[in-house]
């Protein structure tokens, strides 16, 4: 049962322009969202996060969109630069999983010069 | 300190041996988890520490998996009897008690053959 999940395996988009990543979930007790980076041979590092009581939260060039009632979120990037390309994964959490997150399968993001 | 430590980096194992991999936390933080990952997945939840009682395991910690933090410092994740469906990136992360953030390390990538 996967209950996050990227319909997206990859992603390119040209420098300076917008990059969309999107996520999808299932399960109606996740409370809050997080989306991490990750480069090769490197652990995951967080990116930024929403608690389900916001629909919106911004740090500088991210921003990351919850929609509850579609259970969808997505993370824009704006303007991308190359040094955004990596994996993006989602994760979900909820007072009801502990301390757990759920991931979902993550989306090469390129960003081309 | 500098964030979360992991070693080894990679160990190549043959099938039936027995692995050990450690993970040192960002010092203050009282949580500590350990994921696997495998190719094209995000990682997977296996344990979860707060301090030093293991908290919650996850259904993929078979009995084959044992993990410790003896003095809520270091962690330890012990894997007996290797099969090749081990072969995963195994991925240790600390935290504070109140932020869903977590901070990975770079990861143990497990080979066995």
């Known amino acids: 049962d996967q209950q996050v999940k990227q319909n997206s395996p990859s992603l390119s988009v040209q420098e300076g322009r917008i990059s969309i990543l999107n996520c999808d979930y299932t399960n109606s007790m996740f409370d809050y969202f997080l989306w991490y980076k990750k480069y090769p041979a490197e652990g995951p590092t967080f990116l930024i996060s929403?608690?389900?009581?916001?629909d919106k939260n911004e740090d500088g060039r991210f921003t990351v969109f919850l929609n509850k009632s579609a259970k969808h979120l997505s993370l824009h990037i704006v303007p991308s630069q190359p040094g955004d390309s990596a994996v993006y994964f989602c994760?979900?959490?909820?007072?009801?999983?502990?301390?757990?997150?759920?991931f979902g399968e993550g989306t090469q993001l390129t960003v081309n010069p | 300190d500098t964030g979360v430590s992991q070693n080894p980096r990679h160990k190549i194992t043959k099938r039936g041996q027995n692995v050990t991999f450690r993970c040192d936390p960002i010092?203050?933080?009282?949580?500590l988890y350990w994921y696997r990952q495998t190719l094209g997945q995000g990682p997977e939840f296996l344990t979860y520490?707060?301090?030093?009682?293991?908290?919650?395991k996850s259904r993929l910690l078979s009995d084959r998996f044992s993990a410790e933090r003896p003095k809520g410092s270091f962690s330890t994740l012990e894997i007996q009897r290797t099969e090749q469906g081990d072969s995963a990136m195994y991925l240790c992360?600390?935290?504070?008690?109140?932020?869903?953030?977590?901070?990975f390390g770079s990861g143990t990538r497990l080979t066995v053959v």
């Open positions: 010092s203050e933080h009282n949580r």
């Open positions: 520490f707060q301090n030093e009682a293991q908290l919650e």
């Open positions: 994760a979900a959490g909820g007072e009801t999983s502990g301390s757990r997150l759920t």
């Open positions: 992360a600390s935290s504070p008690d109140t932020f869903y953030g977590y901070t």
């Open positions: 929403i608690s389900s009581i916001k």
